[in-house]
């Protein structure tokens, strides 16, 4: 990505810092910034079971030559989401949970300055996420992550959840650096509460202007930065807050020199105005590590005094840097262990299954999970998503690798209470998403955008795969002629009964789902947020991938195969349509 450089003049009255360098100096520093990791230490796929490229294992090579370069005034910094993602954090975080956690021992290992929590480090719950937060040695940010039952917006360092703290401090060659630390505060639309009992999380807008001005006041630094676990902009919007607010935060928030943020998953590197007329550089260097954010930042002081900082954004491709071979030695023998985990046989499966097949029609991937959710739970219908854009689980032995393709994500197994009328809303704003209302043969039957490149298209179109609800223990029919909202008409129930919109069913889905997640339960079935917990009839006190695997253990071999309770019409135009749109997405 183009380096994109600019020079901010200070006036001749900006303060002298305790300890900030005497007389005329010039003092170059270097940030590095990882994010949203998702447990991409290694540069082997434990759920594909082949070699990865990028992975903090080869970003740690490139940082150690910077380190060589800058020597003490390099700072590392990470945005959190390391928590979830590839089978290592899920053995480290519930299969050897009293073992020192991995992705700690990782983040010691590589020397981190300073810590953000992501969402997805909330996700894995109160036992492993507060031990996580124990064992990590680098400072550990939260500013907007404050105990329950505080005065809103009135948040003392006191006030931040135990083990977190708002900033940390950094002194660089006498250049004192300040980075702030907020996470997106939207956890409770997708987590249940008991996951984040005891926090709360306050908008960032507000959050940040008060702490802005609190170390303005107090500390007094030469850079201000901030490190957000949260996208630029987009997201869910309420009138309470944004889940992306980095871009709101630097235009309305006067005092960041830089931003460090992600959540999104997407590469950024852009100087953003703020409201006095300031640019802010506000910088994402994406996911799984493929690329690292770094600012070179020189700073030039006369008579004591900082007159002048020039900022380069760089965004840093690592996906084919070399190995750390002393970092791989290190971690070897947690490598092989968790090799051994994933390699463990759970079942045989008779066909080969795969999520592309669940966007056109029933698809053997997608009625799996339906048909073990209600194995499990007993429910009336089942909801369920593809977690995967283009997974495969081929035919023949099962093992546990196999399982983090079947269901990507620690959610937990829900049953809650709804109308037949929900259902169906439920259902329509999810084919809404997914796919086009066709007014001839030649539209599209997906939702794509013939205006993207193939990639951007596919791109755009994978993003929100995992909101692409199907039901089961319905039939239905979805006609993709019809207008957004009315496309969904339920025939009966799969097992013969009437299906009635006025009547109550259990509805079996994942915890992700349950709590909101997708607004498929608030915006498409209308059901007010706070509503939810009271529809809560069961869950699991696992998670659902733990269950899904103990059913396809103890039924040994599964003969997986699509059923037959829901289709796309009219077919005359959608059979070619969606062939033509496989093709688009996947190839010939």
């Known amino acids: 990505m183009k380096n994109i450089a600019i020079t901010v003049i200070l006036l001749l009255s900006a303060l002298t810092v305790t300890g900030a360098p005497k007389g005329n100096k010039t003092i170059k520093l270097k940030v590095i910034e990882t994010s949203d990791v998702h447990g991409h230490f290694f540069p082997w796929d434990f759920t594909e079971g082949k070699p990865l490229k990028g992975t903090l294992v080869r970003a740690n090579n490139y940082i150690n030559k910077e380190r060589k370069k800058y020597g003490s005034n390099l700072l590392l910094i990470d945005n959190g989401d390391i928590l979830q993602g590839q089978p290592c954090v899920y053995w480290t975080n519930f299969v050897m949970p009293e073992d020192e956690n991995l992705a700690a021992r990782v983040i010691n290992y590589m020397r981190y300055d300073a810590e953000t929590v992501g969402n997805h480090d909330i996700e894995p719950g109160h036992k492993v996420y507060d031990k996580w937060i124990r064992e990590v040695r680098c400072p550990l940010l939260?500013?907007?992550?404050?105990?329950?039952?505080?005065?809103?917006?009135?948040?003392?360092?006191?006030?931040?959840?135990?083990?977190?703290?708002?900033?940390?401090?950094?002194?660089?060659?006498?250049?004192?650096?300040?980075?702030?630390?907020?996470?997106?505060?939207?956890?409770?639309?997708?987590?249940?509460?008991?996951?984040?009992?005891?926090?709360?999380?306050?908008?960032?807008?507000a959050c940040a202007r008060k702490w802005i001005k609190y170390i303005k006041e107090k500390e007094k630094p030469d850079l201000i930065f901030g490190l957000f676990h949260s996208g630029l902009n987009g997201g869910i919007k309420t009138d309470e807050f944004e889940e992306d607010a980095t871009e709101a935060v630097a235009k309305e928030v006067p005092g960041f020199d830089i931003i460090f943020f992600g959540h999104d998953h997407q590469v950024?590197?852009?100087?953003?105005?703020?409201?006095?007329?300031?640019?802010?550089?506000?910088?994402?260097?994406?996911?799984?590590v493929k690329n690292v954010a770094e600012a070179e930042i020189t700073l030039t002081y006369k008579n004591g005094k900082l007159q002048k900082k020039e900022i380069k954004g760089n965004i840093v491709n690592v996906l084919d840097e070399d190995i750390d071979s002393q970092m791989m030695q290190h971690f070897d023998k947690d490598i092989q262990q968790v090799k051994n985990f994933v390699g463990q046989k759970v079942g045989e499966f008779k066909q080969s299954i795969y999520t592309r097949e669940s966007f056109f029609g029933n698809s053997a991937f997608t009625d799996l999970i339906h048909s073990l959710q209600l194995q499990i739970s007993k429910a009336d219908i089942s909801f369920a998503a593809p977690l995967a854009f283009n997974s495969v689980i081929n035919a023949g032995e099962v093992k546990m690798a196999d399982m983090f393709?079947?269901?990507?994500?620690?959610?937990?197994?829900?049953?809650?209470?709804?109308?037949?009328?929900?259902?169906?809303?439920?259902?329509?704003?999810?084919?809404?998403?997914?796919?086009?209302?066709?007014t001839s043969p030649n539209d599209h039957a997906l939702r794509l955008n013939d205006a993207s490149t193939s990639d951007q298209q596919r791109t755009g179109f994978q993003y929100?795969?995992?909101?692409?609800?199907?039901a089961s223990g319905i039939d239905y029919e979805v006609d993709l002629t019809k207008p957004d909202g009315q496309k969904v008409r339920i025939l009966r129930m799969s097992n013969g009964e009437p299906f009635d919109e006025s009547k109550w069913y259990k509805v079996v889905m994942s915890s992700y789902r349950a709590n909101g997640g997708g607004e498929?339960?608030?915006?498409?079935?209308?059901?007010?947020?706070?509503?939810?917990?009271?529809?809560?009839?069961w869950h699991t006190p696992l998670d659902l991938r733990h269950y899904l695997t103990e059913e396809i253990r103890s039924q040994g071999v599964i003969d997986p195969k699509p059923a037959s309770?829901?289709?796309?019409?009219?077919?005359?135009?959608?059979?070619?349509?969606?062939?033509?749109?496989?093709?688009?997405?996947?190839?010939?």
């Open 268 to 288: 950024h590197n852009d100087w953003i105005t703020n409201c006095e007329g300031q640019q802010v550089l506000c910088i994402d260097p994406s996911c799984f």
């Open 520 to 537: 498929l339960l608030t915006k498409g079935a209308g059901i007010a947020r706070e509503e939810l917990e009271s529809r809560v009839v």
């Open 405 to 438: 393709k079947l269901y990507r994500f620690e959610n937990l197994m829900f049953v809650l209470r709804l109308t037949g009328e929900e259902i169906r809303k439920h259902l329509e704003f999810s084919y809404d998403m997914w796919t086009n209302t066709m």
């Open 565 to 588: 309770n829901w289709r796309f019409i009219p077919e005359e135009w959608v059979k070619p349509a969606l062939e033509r749109d496989r093709i688009k997405l996947f190839g010939k």
């Open 142 to 205: 939260g500013a907007n992550i404050v105990k329950e039952g505080h005065k809103y917006g009135d948040a003392k360092p006191s006030d931040i959840y135990d083990g977190l703290q708002p900033y940390s401090v950094h002194v660089k060659d006498g250049v004192k650096i300040c980075v702030i630390g907020m996470l997106t505060p939207a956890i409770p639309h997708w987590l249940n509460k008991p996951i984040w009992k005891g926090l709360e999380f306050e908008e960032m807008t």
């Open 464 to 470: 929100y795969t995992f909101n692409f609800d199907s």
